[in-house]
């Protein structure tokens, strides 16, 4: 006769914290697993090739999108490329145009400033107008040192010619004995004597013993010379015959015309010239009517100023008739 054990008793945990709440969680977990993962080996292997693909997928979309923007980069730099020449020669046309536009431009703005500035033609007429009657004078200063100036003839007649200049290129001669004064006009010289002067005008009148040489004309009495005007001086020196400077009239009073053409040097004592080749003034370096000098801005007597010592002027005439009282 089997005698059976007595059973033990099992105790069943209560809805207790613990007990209930890890029976749970262990159903749950269980029981996810047995949906996502498959139970058998063909599952598996289904499941492995589903990602496989996927990831394939992927891979193949990625690569996808880095070739399509692989594709345009470079399509950007070719068409940047085949397009560089045409933009380049655009570009050089923009310049060539911006440049002659430029030029355009500085030329309008230098019109007026070329209207006051003669050309080589019209200097090289002005020189021939006046070389033969223009001559360069050589003498010494107060202290026996070279001193050069112009000086050109207002009249002749048969047996001599008269000659003005700047008194500050003879003033030398002024006392007795002075220097010697020669006129020299290329390879022709001759002496010249110191006829008269007058010094607040820094005038001097020169006689040679050479008839019938040829004069320059005078501008007539009423043209009147007006501001900006161009004004030239010529200096009895040069390859041409004479040399020129040019300038222009800065004021016109009664003392004289104020220019900036140079007057120094071999043009002290030049004819001051208009456009036409007639002079109105006398180039004066020393004449300071004002009471100053400067070095840009010199005053040129006023040829019909010689007529008050110097020269002797008929009421009406358009050249003077001879030599003032000598001194």
Known sequence: MRTEAPETPTETPGPGKNGGRRRRRGG????LRQRVLPRTALGLVTLLLAASVGFAFGGTVLYAYYQYKLDNVEKRVNDFIEGFEGRRESARKEIAADLADAKTDIRKELEPIEQLRASGDTLKDLIDTVK???????????FGQAKVGSAFIVTSDAEKSY????????????KRPGPAITLRRGEEK???TLHTWQEERDLALLIVDKGSLPRIKWAPAGDKLDFGQRVFVVAGVGGAGG???QGSVADVSA????????????????????SKGEVVGVATPDYAPLGFTSDRITFASPIRAACEKVLKCPEGATSPGGAGERR
């Open 255 to 274: 003392a004289g015309i104020q220019h900036d053409a140079a007057a120094t040097g071999a043009f002290a004592g030049g004819p001051l010239l208009n």
């Open 132 to 142: 033969d009657s223009t001559y360069l004078v050589e003498t010494q200063d107060e």
């Open 190 to 192: 001759f002496g010249a």
């Open 243 to 245: 040399s020129i400077t």
């Open 163 to 174: 000659l003005v200049t700047a008194l500050s290129v003879v003033k030398a001669s002024t």
């Open 28 to 31: 749950d977990g269980s029981s």
